[in-house]
């Protein structure tokens, strides 16, 4: 999946250059700290600024994808999301991301479902 080997690689250019240009992501779906409306980032200058915000604590990011099922222009992913803070914090947390993409071939919309 390019969109989480970008992150994994700290790709933030490669990373937002997936996304059309009116792209929504929703990480994660609902209310949350950052996100209190739980409407997600709309458009590549809020999805730019969440990749900031999260590059700002997260040191790294591993993934292991358990399934994943493509369905025309979407793609169901079951994933275990490994990530390590600056403060040497680790998390693993199961998610499940959906990814809808757009007429020319970016990413329309990632939503992903998980709790921390």
């Given at each position: 999946m390019a969109s989480l080997s970008a992150v994994k690689n700290k790709d933030r250019e490669g990373w937002l250059a997936l996304f059309a240009e009116d792209a929504v992501v929703e990480d994660p779906v609902g209310p949350c700290d950052w996100d209190p409306e739980g409407k997600g980032q709309r458009g590549k200058g809020a999805i730019a600024a969440f990749y900031d915000m999260f590059s700002t604590f997260q040191e790294s990011l591993?993934?292991?994808?358990?399934?994943?099922?493509?369905?025309?222009?979407?793609?169901?992913?079951?994933?275990?999301?490994?990530?390590?803070?600056?403060?040497?914090?680790?998390?693993?947390?199961?998610?499940?991301?959906?990814?809808?993409?757009?007429?020319?071939?970016?990413?329309?919309?990632?939503?992903?479902?998980?709790n921390a």
């Open positions: 591993d993934y292991e994808i358990h399934h994943m099922e493509v369905r025309g222009s979407e793609a169901a992913v079951f994933l275990t999301l490994h990530n390590t803070m600056k403060d040497g914090t680790k998390a693993s947390t199961k998610a499940i991301n959906i990814y809808k993409g757009s007429p020319d071939g970016k990413i329309q919309s990632l939503r992903s479902f998980w």
